[in-house]
């Protein structure tokens, strides 16, 4: 999965993957091969170009609560840097894209399950209302009300194992006063 990191005013898109047993990086649209050794729970030896590097990853506190802040602690300093939460990412260009449509299916944006539900048919919710958390990838994301809208069907409920895709929650626009 591609994530936008920022160190200081530089933007890079950067994606890991495996494939065929050999870990390769993306950094903005260059791969590198890699090697990953995880040597203690936030210390890692990468080997990239034939040389070796240690590096150390902690977490730090952003102000931004869709960014994940590191510090990587290298040879030559340390580094800090954000993560973009790709799953935020998602559900916010997917709700974005439900209040242009109009409403209609909340539909799960990746497998999971349904932590908590905040609302019930009938109910009608205010755009940016918390509607359910879902749980995937143990990260838990909330899904919002696009717009101003009514409840007309709960798909779900607390506890459900959810499919990429499978329906969630039915709204009904309010009309515009």
């Known amino acids: 999965m591609k994530r936008t990191l920022t160190i200081g005013d530089e933007t890079h898109e950067l994606e890991i ?3 065929r047993g050999k870990l390769t ?3 903005d649209g260059e791969e590198i091969p890699l090697d990953l050794v995880k040597v203690e729970p936030t210390s890692y030896s990468i080997i990239m170009d034939a040389h070796s590097v240690g590096v150390n990853i902690d977490r730090v506190r952003t102000m931004d609560p869709d960014l994940h802040g590191f510090r990587a602690s290298l040879y030559d ?3 800090d840097f954000t993560l973009q939460d790709p799953h935020k990412t998602l559900l916010a260009s997917a709700m974005a894209r439900a209040k242009q ?5 909340m539909k799960a944006l990746m497998p999971g399950k349904v932590l908590k539900l905040f609302v019930h048919e ?8 918390p509607i ?7 990260m838990q994301n909330e ?9 007309v069907k709960i798909h779900v409920e607390e506890g459900m194992a959810l499919e990429i895709s499978a329906p969630m929650v039915s709204l009904e626009p309010l009309a515009a006063e």
């Open 17 to 19: 993957y495996r494939r």
């Open 25 to 27: 990086m993306v950094w």
């Open 77 to 79: 300093g340390a580094y």
């Open 101 to 105: 449509a109009g409403g209609g299916l």
């Open 122 to 129: 009938g109910e009608t919710v205010e755009e940016g209302q």
């Open 132 to 138: 359910l958390i879902l749980e995937a990838m143990k």
């Open 143 to 151: 899904y919002t009300a696009p717009m101003n809208a009514k409840v």
